[in-house]
Every structure is written in C-alpha cells, then in structure tokens.
C-alpha cells in the first residue's frame, strides 16, 4: 500500500511550497529522464532520433488514464494557447446563426485572446458567461448563455482563481443538447482529480503539464480529441503530424496520424518530453481516486484553519468537494504584500491580481503540519502588519 505523501519522489526545497498549482515540483524521475535524453545527444548525435521519434507518442498511455481517454484521443505537444489554436481551427465550423464562441468572464486570460482571435477571423462574437459574485460561475448562467448561435464552448475544469470545480459530464452534456461542440481546458486539474473525457463525451481538451504533472517550466502541453472527430485532417498540419510511417518519404502530401497525434506541427522540444516523461512515473500505478481524495483531506484542513485563524482573509473556494479543485484561495485587499512576505519567511504561496492569495496543498509533498505552519505565520503577519512592508515590485507575483 502507498504511502502518502510521497515526498521522497521530488527534490524538496528548503521552506513549504504551496505553488505546485503553478509550477510542480521536480520529480527525481524526471531529471533522471533528461540526464538519460542528454547522454543520448552526447554519445548518439542525429542518431539519437532512433529513440526520440516515437517518444511523444509513448507517452499518451499514461496521459490517457489521466484524462479518461484512448490513447489515440491524447497527445504531448504544444502549448494550452497553441493547442487551442490548432483544434479550433479544426473544429470550430461557424454555419449561418450558429456561429460564436461561448466561454466565461473568469477564464484564464490565453483562452479568451485564443477564442477572441478566432471570433475576429470569422466576423464572429465570443460571449462570456458572467459571473455573480466575480469569483465563480453558476452553472444556470452557461445553460442561459447557450443559445443557437453558439458553435463552440471553452470552459476550464478549475477556475484559476477561486479553485472552483465544473461539472464537466453535465455541462459537456448541456452544451451538446444546445447544439454546441465543448472543450475543456483542465490546466487546473490534470495530475490532481481523475477525469472522463471521453466518457462524457467532450470534443476536445487541453493541459499544461508544468502544475500538477510537475514537468517543469515549459514542459509540452497535451490535447485530446474525442474520436468521433478523428475523420477530420487538422486544419494546422505539420510535418509532425504526419503519419509516422510515411513522415520520412518527404512528399507535398500530407498524411495524418491517427487520431490526436495529427495535431502536432513541429520537431518535439524532446528534452523537455523526457522531463515529462520522467514525471508520469510519479503517477504510473497511482490510484487517482487516493490522489484526489488526499488533495480533499489538505484543502479541508486548509480551509477549516482559515475559517478558525484568518477571519479577515474569506475563502472563496467552493466548499462542496464535487465544486473544488485542487487549491484554496483567501480573499484579502492585501493579498499581494502576503504573498510577498510569506515568500521572504520560506513558504511559498502565489498572488493572483487583484486580490487573490492561492495556496496549493499537493496531495503528493504538502503535509498537514505545512498548511499549520502556513496559517500560523499569516495569522502573525496580519496581527504584526509586517506584511506591508514586504517588496511587491516583482512582475511575476
Ligand atoms: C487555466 C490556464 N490556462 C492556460 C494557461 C497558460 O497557457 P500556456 O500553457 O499556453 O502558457 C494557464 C497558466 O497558468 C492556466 O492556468
């Protein structure tokens, strides 16, 4: 039987780090996986592609159980922005009223500049689903807003922000019997929570792979399309997409992979596929429902310490646990000089503007006694006003 956390699979920095919803920590397996792709480059030169052709493909296995979809529906490759942009092109088909996007005012600000950009190039809208209270989305406002003139929906997994959780089998759902193809974008949940993608049925998805799967910075993105749009040929095709068989016969036509492995365009970044390689061993083997249930456990604890400790900090991640992701957020006018100055007393939390303090318990290294500590020293802060004095001029927050 496992036993959690597993802190001894990563390299553990000095202090607590409550960022892993940003960027995860280093797994010892995937800097023994870029050292092995280093040592290929030195000893084989071009021959090193012997092994790298196919490495991207070998890895969609592991991503698929830990989206809930074939193989052949996933793919490493790309970014979030760029990968939305790829099946977009393909997918989103705008046919007479049917023709503008839907997405929400609390999404992550690429998705919406990715689905603006092709609202312009289609003379088309995209529509946002407001927000009542500015943190989270009330599933009745998507029901409302999906109207005949939606052609296509982008909704996150977790907002960003408040940590809340969708319902992705029931808007996936909602969305279809509208009339409207779906996608997810699970940034905030891939490597935290068990997913169904294919179960429920959404048209495509798409992952960083630099949070919760703990890559590293950079590390390629994932997408998956469900297979009932496999007949179509991506409408951004590479030499990468090609099919593997025929990819070296160099010719003008273009031949796709099977499946999700067309969208990919060009030469894979291949030692950072082997940092994400080397970081799916962490979840080989894993039981994502124990995973998912001990990220339960953490924000629970986080959150009862912050309703007894941090009256004036209010949290505005859901409570319910089929609403939560994977990361509690605290309210405060002051949020940014918090962060700040917790970083500079070794914990590390992140800010996100205007007013948001997020801390991310990972089911895998954060202990209880770490949210303890955490809560201990921002109830000092806020008793102390040491807080105000901390340096806030840093761009990245
Ligand atoms: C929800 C969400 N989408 C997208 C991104 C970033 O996209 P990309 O990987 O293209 O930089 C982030 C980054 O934190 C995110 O939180």
């Known amino acids: 039987m496992l036993v959690w956390p597993r802190r001894e699979l990563f390299a553990m920095p000095e202090g607590i780090y409550l960022d892993g919803n940003s960027l995860g920590l280093m797994p010892l397996s995937a800097h023994q996986a870029v050292l092995r792709r280093l040592g290929e480059w030195q000893t084989q030169a071009v021959s090193g592609w012997d092994e790298w052709f196919g490495l991207a493909e070998s890895l969609s296995p592991a991503l698929s159980r830990l989206v809930g979809a074939e193989p052949r529906e996933v793919i490493a490759t790309g970014s979030i922005t760029a990968n939305l942009h790829a099946l977009l092109a393909t997918l989103y088909r705008p046919q007479g009223e049917r023709k503008h996007l839907l997405a929400t005012a609390l999404d992550f600000p690429t998705d919406l500049y990715a689905m603006q950009s092709w609202a312009r190039l289609y003379g088309a809208e995209l529509k946002v689903v407001p927000s009542r209270d500015g943190q989270t989305i009330h599933e009745d406002d998507v029901r409302a807003a999906l109207g005949p003139d939606i052609a296509v929906v982008l909704l996150p997994t977790v907002l960003y922000r408040s940590g809340q959780l969708l319902d992705v089998a029931g808007l996936t759902q909602l969305a279809h019997q509208a009339g409207a193809l779906i996608g997810w974008d699970a940034a905030h949940s891939i490597g935290a929570m068990p997913h169904d993608f294919h179960g429920a049925g ?27 749009h496999h007949h179509l040929a991506p409408a951004l095709s590479g030499w990468w997409g090609n099919d593997k068989g025929s990819q070296f016969e160099m010719t003008a036509q273009f031949r796709p992979a099977p499946g999700a492995a067309a969208y990919q365009q060009g030469t894979p970044p291949v030692l950072a596929l082997a ?37 004036e900090m209010r949290v505005i991640t859901p409570r319910d646990h089929a609403r939560r992701g994977g990361h509690v957020s605290l309210l405060h006018p002051e949020a940014r000089a918090l962060s700040a100055a917790l970083r500079t007393r070794g914990i590390i939390p992140d800010y996100r503007s205007p007013d948001v303090l997020r801390l991310a318990p990972i089911a895998l290294y954060t202990t209880e006694d770490e949210l303890c500590q955490t809560v201990r020293v921002l109830r000092e802060l806020l008793d102390s006003g040491a807080h105000r004095s901390a340096d806030v001029s840093n761009p990245v927050p």
Do not use: M
Not at 205 to 227: D, E, I, M, R, T
Not at 280 to 299: I, K, N, P, Y
């Open 275 to 311: 940092a994400l390689d080397g970081a799916l061993e962490v979840f080989e083997h894993l039981d994502l429902a124990a995973l998912r249930a001990r990220s339960l456990a953490l924000t629970d604890l986080l959150i009862e310490l912050a309703d007894q400790h941090l009256l």
């Open 202 to 228: 959404a048209d495509f998805a798409v992952w960083c792979s630099y949070k919760y799967l703990n890559a590293g910075p950079g590390a390629p993105g994932g997408l998956f399309v469900h297979q009932r």
